[in-house]
């Protein structure tokens, strides 16, 4: 039972210490010139040369939806 709830432990330890904690950012776009994108960021110090960003489009709400 001991030998169970030690490895159960561990597990979680190893696994909570190798997620990565993102930054959340927003940002809106300035300019787009092919595959190159200028952003004008809140919180940008968060962010340095060379990081991986993900970037999502924002919901368009109502206007998203169509219909008949």
Known sequence: MKKGI?????ALTFAISTVAI?????C???TVAGDKV???CKKADK???GDAVKVKKAKG??????GC
């Open 6 to 10: 030690v490895s159960i432990v561990l």
């Open 22 to 26: 993102a930054a959340t950012v927003k």
């Open 28 to 30: 809106t776009v300035d």
């Open 38 to 40: 200028t952003m004008t």
């Open 47 to 49: 962010l340095k040369a």
């Open 61 to 66: 709400g109502a206007a998203a939806i169509e």
